[in-house]
């Protein structure tokens, strides 16, 4: 499975940016498919994940602000960030499940600045 994420970039505090990550697989073959991120200096950390069948989760941190969804006609998830905080800044990273293996996409920056 290649993942292609993309949509990152600089945003004001309060603003929004959408994230997408493209799938080379079917995402309806896939087992679960999420967003991670990595700060400098922290360690990577689960934003929200989607999984084929059951609800999906997020980190308490973003609980009503960020949405993760997918498009199963383009085999993308996407993950809509609102209300963006400066500790949102990170590395964001998509992440496939299948077939008990977990690939990566190749992270795509976000900054929260004034």
């Known amino acids: 499975v290649q993942l292609q994420a993309s949509g990152g970039g600089l945003v004001q505090p309060g603003g929004s940016l959408r994230l997408s990550c493209a799938s080379s697989?079917?995402?309806?073959?896939?087992?679960?498919m999420g967003w991670y991120r990595q700060a400098p200096g922290k360690e990577r950390e689960l934003v929200a994940t989607?999984?084929?069948?059951?609800?999906?989760d997020y980190a308490e941190a973003v609980k009503g602000r960020f949405t993760i969804s997918r498009d199963s006609a383009k085999n993308t998830v996407y993950l809509q960030m609102n209300s963006l905080k400066p500790e949102d800044t990170a590395v964001y990273y998509c992440?496939?499940?299948?077939?008990?293996?977990?690939?990566w996409g190749q992270g795509t920056q976000v900054t929260v600045s004034s």
């Open positions: 989607m999984p084929l069948r059951g609800s999906t």
């Open positions: 697989r079917s995402i309806f073959s896939v087992n679960r």
């Open positions: 992440n496939a499940v299948y077939l008990a293996t977990v690939y």
